[in-house]
């Protein structure tokens, strides 16, 4: 059993899902049945909104306010997929982190209709380079943060922002959309890359 404490940015009323997702993601299509998306990283899933919507300026960031969840997960068997392994799973290392979905959303779909693959997987994050998602295909409902629970489904999580304000330095990690991939690029050089903190200094009166 493997327990994770994970996070998720999502301005509804749960950061789980139970119904098919309502739009593409890297390991779903729309309508695709439920699939979870959690960041291992605090900081990561600011990080890939603001890829995602392509928020690149202070100014931007400043009207940005969102919901932040923490979930705790604790899964019988978790899957890690990295740039090293990716061949055996039938993708190529830079799929993991590409712009273009199409090879892991089908992998997905293996995932979901055949019983040898991965239920739970860990994979690297497309928006925060050196940082990791679980990716969990299936049905979870959110449970009271303290709770034990009773079924593989409830998963204890918490909201715990509202109205949340990125870090003005999250910024110069954030790796956009057609911008190269630093993890994966060192990985092709045969070198580590590891995750550096952006500063949480204040900057005069104001969080950054």
Not at 48 to 66: F, I, K, P, Q, T
Not at 165 to 177: G, K, N
């Amino acid at each position: 059993m493997t327990d994770f404490v994970a996070y998720r940015l999502a301005n509804w009323d749960t950061p789980l899902w139970i119904s098919p997702n309502r739009r593409a993601g890297r390991f779903n299509k729309r309508e695709s049945p439920p699939t979870q998306y959690l960041c291992l990283h605090p900081l990561a899933p600011m990080a890939e909104y603001l890829r995602r919507e392509g928020y690149v300026s202070l100014d931007r960031l400043r009207e940005l306010r969102a919901r932040i969840w923490v979930v705790r997960v604790r899964e019988p068997r978790v899957t890690t997929v990295t740039f090293d392994n990716a061949l055996d799973f039938g993708l190529e290392a830079k799929d993991l982190v590409a712009d273009d979905h199409g090879a892991c959303q089908v992998f997905a779909e293996r995932c979901r209709s055949e019983a040898q693959m991965p239920e739970v997987i860990r994979v690297p994050n497309a928006a925060l380079p050196g940082t990791e998602n679980l990716v969990i295909f299936g049905p979870r409902t959110l449970a009271p943060y303290l709770s034990v629970p009773i079924d593989q489904v409830d998963v204890p999580g918490s909201l715990v922002a509202e109205g949340a304000h990125p870090l003005h330095s999250l910024l110069e990690h954030v790796r956009y959309l057609g911008e190269p991939h630093p993890a994966l690029e060192a990985w092709k050089r045969g070198t580590a890359y590891d995750f550096e903190e952006p500063s949480t200094a204040l900057i005069g009166t104001g969080l950054q």
